[in-house]
């Protein structure tokens, strides 16, 4: 297999500036090479920057020094247009609070990353059906997101990240709120994806399960990445 880089972290650093908090430091010059079709699981502690750096890779901030490239795109040189391009069709960005609308049918939630890409109403049919099968939320197309469970929001936040065929998929602590059943099909689930249809999958996650499912995992402390650990090779 020919090993390509999807993701590449050249001596990133971002610094959150508020009036009130003064400046927080947090990414201090990271490196990360992510391959595609890899599984990466990114660790470590509360407060150490593992969000915000799957926020600049999902395109949602701006480094303020350093390159942060994704599939061939170089974020901090895309203007708003771009950004919200990388967003819509490059990377599936999963948060942790699912991010979903509240008022909206599963269907209607999963359908609007098409929406916003402008797929022809037809297309979008299709896409969104093929998705709901796969995730095993059919039956459920037309319940609203708010009478969900958890796990069923954990899915169709999955479902909608992967709608557009993304090549990343970025996952942000995908088993926190969720039982052990729930997380367990979270995570078979994004295995699944990187299986059938070789998405590159970053996890974020506290969770020391997210290691046997992940090929790598690094550790995150204070905004610097400590180490790589080989769990599955
Ligand atoms: N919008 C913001 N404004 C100011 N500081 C922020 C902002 N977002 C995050 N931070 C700070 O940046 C640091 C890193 O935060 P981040 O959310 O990336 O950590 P994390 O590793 O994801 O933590 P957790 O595991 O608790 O989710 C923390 O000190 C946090 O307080
Ligand atoms: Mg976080």
């Given at each position: 297999m020919v090993i390509e880089p999807v993701v590449i972290l050249r001596d990133?650093?971002?610094?959150?500036?508020?009036?009130?908090?003064?400046?927080?430091?947090?990414?201090?010059?990271?490196?990360?090479?992510?391959?595609?079709?890899?599984?990466?699981?990114?660790?470590?502690?509360?407060?150490?920057?593992?969000?915000?750096?799957?926020?600049?890779?999902?395109?949602l901030l701006r480094p303020d020094r350093g390159d942060v490239i994704v599939d061939g795109y170089n974020i901090s040189m895309l203007d708003e247009e771009g950004l919200a391009m990388i967003r819509n069709t490059v990377v599936g960005y999963i948060p942790q609070d699912?991010?979903?609308?509240?008022?909206?049918?599963?269907?209607?939630?999963?359908?609007i990353p098409l929406l916003i890409a402008?797929?022809?109403?037809k297309i979008r049919e299709e896409k969104v059906s093929e998705i709901l099968e796969y995730i095993g939320l059919k039956n459920m197309a037309s319940k609203p997101a708010r009478f969900l469970s958890g796990g069923e929001k954990q899915?169709?936040?999955?479902?909608?990240?992967?709608?557009?065929?993304?090549?990343?998929?970025?996952?942000?602590?995908?088993?926190?709120?969720?039982?052990?059943?729930?997380?367990?099909?979270?995570?078979?689930?994004?295995?699944?994806?990187?299986?059938?249809?070789?998405?590159?999958?970053?996890?974020?996650?506290?969770?020391?399960?997210?290691?046997?499912?992940?090929d790598r995992a690094v550790i995150m402390v204070s905004g610097v990445l400590k180490s790589y650990k080989e769990s599955r090779v």
């Amino acid at each position: 297999m020919v090993i390509e880089p999807v993701v590449i972290l050249r001596d990133v650093w971002k610094i959150y500036r508020d009036p009130k908090v003064g400046e927080t430091i947090a990414l201090k010059g990271v490196n990360l090479v992510v391959n595609r079709g890899e599984i990466m699981a990114i660790h470590g502690p509360s407060g150490s920057g593992k969000s915000t750096l799957l926020k600049l890779i999902a395109g949602l901030l701006r480094p303020d020094r350093g390159d942060v490239i994704v599939d061939g795109y170089n974020i901090s040189m895309l203007d708003e247009e771009g950004l919200a391009m990388i967003r819509n069709t490059v990377v599936g960005y999963i948060p942790q609070d699912y991010g979903l609308v509240e008022d909206l049918n599963v269907y209607e939630n999963v359908e609007i990353p098409l929406l916003i890409a402008g797929v022809p109403k037809k297309i979008r049919e299709e896409k969104v059906s093929e998705i709901l099968e796969y995730i095993g939320l059919k039956n459920m197309a037309s319940k609203p997101a708010r009478f969900l469970s958890g796990g069923e929001k954990q899915r169709v936040a999955i479902a909608r990240a992967m709608v557009n065929t993304p090549s990343v998929i970025l996952a942000d602590e995908p088993t926190a709120n969720l039982d052990w059943d729930s997380s367990m099909r979270a995570l078979e689930m994004l295995k699944s994806l990187n299986r059938d249809f070789k998405t590159t999958v970053i996890i974020v996650s506290h969770d020391p399960r997210v290691i046997d499912y992940a090929d790598r995992a690094v550790i995150m402390v204070s905004g610097v990445l400590k180490s790589y650990k080989e769990s599955r090779v």
